[in-house]
């Protein structure tokens, strides 16, 4: 069985630019959800205080989720979509275009996959 859907479980470490920009954020967030071919519901980012930005692409297909930790130049993402039209990995193309981190690990989960 195929599954239902995939999640990619991204971690972007000693990244050069971005981590605390909300706008820009915000902007790839919706290129992220073009270029991979989602359909977007609704986007939200958060800034926090003193540092760090929360951001979510809810979709058709599931969602996108960005959190950002400035200090330390982490950013954890995580793709999650369903059915075969979509290309999450498009969408982390677009992440790693952004932040630019120097180290990226990404794990993909099949999900809906009876054991």
Not at 20 to 27: S, Y
Not at 35 to 42: N, S, Y
Not at 69 to 94: H, I, L, Q, S
């Amino acid at each position: 069985m195929r599954g239902l859907g995939r999640q990619l479980v991204v971690e972007l470490w000693d990244c050069e630019r971005n981590t605390d920009n909300p706008e820009a954020i915000r902007q790839a967030l919706l290129s992220a959800v073009e270029r991979a071919g989602a359909t977007l519901i609704e986007a939200q980012v958060h800034p926090f205080n003193p540092h760090g930005v929360s951001g979510m692409a809810l979709l058709a297909e599931s969602h996108i989720s960005v959190h950002t930790w400035p200090e330390v130049g982490y950013v954890a993402v995580d793709v999650f979509t369903c059915g075969d039209d979509v290309a999450p990995e498009k969408a982390v193309e677009v992440l790693c275009d952004l932040f630019r981190p120097r180290h990226t690990s990404v794990v993909e989960i099949r999900r809906g996959v009876r054991p």
